[in-house]
């Protein structure tokens, strides 16, 4: 299993940035799919979760409205639309997906930086 997040970068408050993660190794439109975020110092927190057909989205409080998780499985690829971001939402951010069947096993990408500031 493979997961490989890009996209992250520098962006002002206020600003959009699409998050990316290219997922290879399993069959991707069999599980759903996470992102989390990490910010120094903190633990790390899940910020949105996307069923395996899509149809099913969840969001933390934090990112309500802002974030929009999304995902094209003919592409095995998962997205995160971000807008009106806010220096909180610094952080590094991981893609992340487990398996369904005993033994749970998460999986994780290396993750991207997204850095929101002036």
């Known amino acids: 299993v493979q997961l490989v997040e890009s996209g992250g970068g520098l962006v002002q408050p206020g600003g959009s940035l699409r998050l990316s993660c290219a997922a290879s190794?399993?069959?991707?439109?069999?599980?759903?799919m996470r992102w989390y975020r990490q910010a120094r110092g903190n633990e790390r927190e899940l910020v949105a979760a996307i069923s395996s057909a899509g149809g099913s989205t969840n969001y933390a409080d934090s990112v309500k409205g802002r974030f929009t998780i999304s995902r094209e499985n003919a592409k095995n690829t998962v997205y995160l639309q971000m807008n009106s971001l806010k220096p909180e939402d610094s952080a590094v951010y991981y893609c992340?997906?487990?398996?369904?069947?005993?033994?749970?096993?998460?999986?994780w990408g290396r993750g991207t930086q997204v850095t929101v500031s002036s």
């Open positions: 190794g399993f069959t991707f439109s069999s599980l759903s």
């Open positions: 992340n997906t487990r398996t369904t069947v005993k033994p749970f096993v998460d999986y």
